[in-house]
């Protein structure tokens, strides 16, 4: 079935940066678009950005133009994200998510990754 | 881009129906059909509730529905379940951002 796989947790220190991956399997790794969602700690879900698997284009919500940078490896079938200077505030759980059924990329997000932890603390 | 906005908190007995909204703006949830819902339990992965205003995935309940009139959408639970007990998202298609999330909604069986 359709499923994504995402890396283990993480603990950085203020300033650092953490590349987070996702790996795909079920599917054909270029059909769909992949996006990251993340969620601070009883706070609500956040949309960073989406990348194409199959031509790399990527586009990132204004609040992370800068700091954060969405690539793949379709040899492996893995995308990552990767979020810079990083601060206190980045504390969250890291979603990649993508949609299959719905007819769009902006219909709703169907399938998920199970989620990785960043913890920022110095 | 602005968040949603969701209420706080919902709650109903079991078998009631409740309807949680979702408001915006004609910039998103009034200006575009693309409104999605999604179910979160503790310490899991959000869950496609409901996706293009009204439309369900396969293997969600028929209890769930969506809606949208004007700059607000809305999701109703009829009959609700002791397993319903979740947070509810919305989420929407802006002119400046493919997804823009709600503030999120805690429904409370009881």
């Known amino acids: 079935q359709v499923q994504l796989v995402q890396s283990g947790a993480e603990v950085k220190k203020p300033g650092a940066s953490v590349k987070v991956s996702c790996k795909a399997s079920?599917?054909?790794?270029?059909?769909?678009?992949i996006n990251w969602v993340r969620q601070a700690t009883g706070q609500g879900l956040e949309w960073m950005g989406w990348?194409?698997?199959?031509?790399?284009?990527?586009g990132y919500a204004q609040k992370f133009q800068g700091r954060v940078t969405m690539t793949r490896n379709t040899s492996i079938s893995t995308a990552y994200m990767e979020l810079s200077s990083l601060r206190s505030e980045d504390t969250a759980v890291y979603y990649c998510?993508?949609?299959?059924?719905?007819?769009?990329?902006?219909?709703?997000?169907?399938?998920w990754g199970q989620g990785t932890t960043v913890t920022v603390s110095s | 881009q602005s968040a949603l906005t969701q209420p706080a908190s919902v709650s109903g007995s079991p078998g009631q129906s409740i309807t949680i909204s979702c408001t915006g703006t004609s910039s998103d949830v009034g200006g575009y059909n693309y409104v999605s819902w999604y179910q979160q339990h503790p310490g899991k992965a959000p869950k496609l509730m409901i996706y293009?205003?009204?439309n369900r995935p396969s293997g969600v309940p028929d209890r769930f529905s969506g809606s949208k009139s004007g700059n607000t959408a809305s999701l109703t639970i009829s009959g609700l379940q002791a397993e319903d007990e979740a947070d509810y998202y919305c989420?929407?298609?802006?002119?400046?951002?493919?997804?823009?999330f709600g503030t999120g909604t805690k429904v409370t069986v009881l």
């Open positions: 990348m194409n698997p199959n031509s790399g284009n990527t």
């Open positions: 293009e205003v009204s």
């Open positions: 998510a993508i949609v299959v059924v719905p007819a769009a990329m902006i219909s709703g997000m169907d399938v």
């Open positions: 989420s929407s298609y802006t002119s400046s951002s493919p997804y823009v």
């Open positions: 079920g599917y054909t790794f270029t059909s769909y678009d």
